[in-house]
Structure formats: structure tokens, C-alpha cells
């Protein structure tokens, strides 16, 4: 097992451009979560899946953000029409429902918008 | 608002001496918190939990205290070693097997060797 895996680990792109990122979570982990994490802060909450189902998104989550997990596995985040704002280290982790040890979090994704 | 607070941006501590890092929650529904250590270009690791039917869980050199009256918890490392430092973030949620958890700002420690 190789853990939390996301892809790419650095994205620039210029404003107003479409983004998408992958996560890979550990395999048996059936409860998969995107956070963001902007400096100076701790990760926020963005939106969460149990198998396939996204069960809350959060009001961060604007209109030009969507997440998948199509069959229950991998996931992807995209953004569109991304805006300077939307800069930030996007952070995919994964747990089993039934465990409370936090998450396994992966290395995350920094996107910066020019 | 910030429901999770961790008001020391950092921490400098001399090799073999104890850090202290705090946080303070509003929230009286928080009933499960835990500790979270990050490197440089690395995603968040988890380090050790408590819930709130305890008010300390010990796990080798690190140890949580959790004082609900004063909604305050602590995570003590003792003795602190020159790769202790990291940034730590302290993480909240209303149960235990919950699928969001609120984090703080961190805290950045550096141990001195």
C-alpha cells in the first residue's frame, strides 16, 4: 500500500483556465475527503464521499468546483475558470467509516493561478 | 469564525526539553480532537487522538491533555528531538467516527539542537 496518492503535486495555470486533480486513496478506504489549505491556515473542509456518494459539499465549494468518484475509487477535483483566489494546496485523504483515527492524508496538489 | 484556535504561530524549544503546543475550541459539541504534524511539502500526518470521556492519552513520547471545562487541549512531547519540528495542527470534530474534522491555524515548532 502506497498510501494517499495525488496528481500532479504542482499546477500553475493561468486565470480563467480548467483544472483537474486526481487522488488515489488507499485502497480499502471507502470514505474519501477533499480539503484546502491556503497559508497561514489549516485545511478546510471541502467536500466528502463514502464509496461513490458525495455526501456534503461545503459552501467553500463554489459553482465552478465539482468532484467525482466514479466507482468508488479515485477521485478527481476540477475547477473551472479559475480565479487567483482559487490558490491554494488542495489536499485528498481517506479513511475507513469505521475507525476514529483521522485520516491518511496524501501530499496534495498546489495550484497556483497566475 | 474560527472554531478551533491555536493562538502560538510557533515554538522554539532546546533538544531534550518538553514542547507545550495549545488549542483552544468554542464549539461545546466537539467531542473528539486530535493532533496532526506536517513536514514541508508533505500532506498533514496524523500523531494521537482523545476523546472526550478522557482527559489524557499517552502514546510514547507524546501525550494529549484535554481539560473540557476550559475547552483547551495540549499536546506535550517530551523529550523533544531535532525532528519534532514540523508544523503541528490541532483538529476537532463532533464524534469520533465523523467525516469532517475542523483544524487550527498550527502552530510551527522548531527544536534546537
Known amino acids: 500500500d502506497t498510501g494517499v496518492s495525488q496528481n500532479p503535486r504542482h499546477k500553475i495555470t493561468k486565470r480563467g483556465q480548467n483544472v483537474t486533480f486526481r487522488c488515489d486513496p488507499i485502497s480499502e478506504h471507502n470514505r474519501l475527503y477533499w480539503y484546502r489549505q491556503t497559508l497561514g491556515q489549516g485545511p ?3 467536500t466528502y464521499f463514502q464509496n ?4 456534503e459539499k461545503s459552501r ?6 465539482s468532484a467525482e468518484r466514479p466507482k468508488g475509487s479515485f477521485s478527481t477535483l476540477e475547477i473551472q475558470r479559475t480565479e487567483q483566489g482559487d490558490s491554494a494546496m488542495y489536499l485528498c485523504a481517506s479513511s475507513l467509516a469505521e475507525t476514529g483515527n483521522g485520516y491518511t492524508f496524501g501530499s496534495g496538489t498546489r495550484l497556483t493561478v497566475v | 469564525d ?3 484556535k491555536q493562538n502560538s504561530p510557533s515554538l522554539s524549544v532546546q533538544e531534550g526539553r518538553i514542547s507545550i503546543l495549545n488549542c483552544d475550541y468554542t464549539n461545546s459539541m466537539f467531542d473528539y480532537f486530535l493532533w496532526y504534524k506536517k513536514y514541508p511539502a508533505e500532506g498533514p500526518t496524523f500523531l494521537i487522538s482523545i476523546s472526550s470521556i478522557k482527559d489524557k492519552n499517552e502514546d510514547g513520547r507524546f501525550t494529549v491533555f484535554l481539560n473540557k471545562s476550559a475547552k483547551h487541549l495540549s499536546l506535550h512531547i517530551v523529550p523533544s528531538q531535532p525532528g519534532d519540528s514540523a508544523v503541528y495542527f490541532c483538529a476537532a470534530s463532533a464524534s469520533p467516527g ?3 474534522y475542523i483544524f487550527g ?4 515548532l522548531k527544536v534546537l539542537a
Open chain 1, 60 to 65: 467553500l465549494l463554489s459553482d465552478r468546483f
Open chain 1, 52 to 55: 461513490e456518494a458525495q455526501l
Open chain 2, 105 to 108: 491555524t498550527g502552530t510551527r
Open chain 2, 98 to 100: 465523523t467525516y469532517k
Open chain 2, 2 to 4: 474560527q472554531q478551533v
Open chain 1, 44 to 46: 478546510e473542509f471541502l
